[in-house]
């Protein structure tokens, strides 16, 4: 099922089942046990669920899609119905925080602002906290290889989902973080599966290796000007 901020409705998630290299598996990795986490787009909440289950955390939810998150809310100590891109949709946030975690798992490349996004996720961090952001790959080398085919078609689903408003590269995404006064300390590699034969080299590059991205950031004393 599409969904708003790119999170599909997982009615039988099992984290035991992905890849290790999966971008769930990857993310979920990130976060401490007992933490309050924020997530953004929190879909039927199949990773709030695992969250709260095996982590032990406290989980406060936002989504924009009252049907498919009404799924999530036994999964979650509050849920918030709202639109990122919108101010008031803060408050309400702001009115949990501060938060351990903040979870972004492909959600900041479907919004109008995603920079200004990070910069409020920072915001409502406590100091110490960490962002754990995951994003589709723009230079992931399929991609690359389409672009250089003269090929660009929107899609369902994907890299070129036709719900995306931005795109991000792994040092676009590093330094949008870093903008935002968050500091990269850790990242994953989703590489879709693939040519396994190019896996040796292509682990070389991880800005064509990755598929999809996820970064963990930590909350710095203050933002770069």
Known sequence: MQREFGKYDWNHFNYDSLAKDHIDRLTLNMIPAYSKVLELGCATGYHSQYLQEVKHCRVIGVDAEKAVAAKAKSHLQHLIIANLDE???????????????????????????????????RSVLKPQGHAVIAVPNIAFWRSRLRLLQGEWEYEDYGIFDRTHTKFFTLDSLRQALINAGLKPIAEGYDPAGGAKWLTPILKLFPNAYAHQIVIKAVKTACTTS
């Open 87 to 121: 101010q008031k949709t803060w408050l309400k946030i702001k009115r949990h925080a501060p938060y351990d975690v903040v979870l972004a798992s492909n959600v900041i490349e479907h919004l109008l602002d995603p920079w200004l996004v990070l910069e409020k996720i």
